[in-house]
């Protein structure tokens, strides 16, 4: 695995930010039953398909206006500048979802084309150290119990099996797991 760094979005990835979101398909692996959400990209999916430029410029500006409650990072490879995922880190369990049964502290997807070489283990432990440089010493991690490769993610960064949960409305069934930020 080579390399990756986390840095905010910003309008100069804009194009490469509708790459990334025009590589997955739509019967990806989700913890939501909303088909049009990539993890790690929460949101975009209220600003059209996320494929056109102005789409992504508008979803960028609504990430900085929310930059009080959640921070978005784009995995970097730095050898060639390649995003290779996504990650957002909710600063409280309260601003994911409805449910708070449901929450977690973060968000994240790797490009398809880039699974299996280690980013989202490189990535959410980079995004640990975002939560702890935060001030968190603890969080909530959830994740599809059929998602087997963000359950190895999550258990290879320190998770802690909580419980599983089953959602009624969307039908599906959630590991909650918990880390500890040392």
């Known amino acids: 695995m080579d390399q990756i760094k986390l840095i905010k979005v910003s309008a100069e990835y804009a194009e490469k930010i509708a790459e990334y979101r025009a590589e997955f398909p739509a019967d990806r692996i989700r913890v939501t039953y909303d088909p049009a959400r990539i993890p790690g990209m929460d949101y975009l999916e209220k600003y059209g398909d996320g494929l056109e430029y102005k789409n992504v410029l508008d979803w960028i500006q609504f990430c900085n206006d929310m930059s009080g409650k959640l921070t ?15 990650i957002v ?4 369990l309260e601003y994911d979802d409805d449910d708070t049964e449901f929450a977690s502290n973060f968000g994240y997807s790797v490009r398809p084309s880039e699974r299996g070489k280690g980013y989202a283990k490189e990535q959410l432990r980079l995004g640990l150290q975002k939560a702890k440089a935060f001030g968190l010493n603890r969080v909530r991690i959830v994740c599809r119990d059929i998602n087997s490769g963000s359950n190895k993610t999550i258990l290879a960064n320190g998770g802690i099996y909580v419980d599983t949960i089953h959602g009624m409305e ?12 040392v």
């Open 170 to 181: 969307s039908n599906l069934n959630i590991n909650r797991y918990d880390i500890q930020i």
């Open 72 to 86: 978005w990072y784009m995995s970097i490879r730095e050898n060639d500048r390649k995003i290779v995922g996504f």
């Open 89 to 92: 880190f909710r600063h409280k």
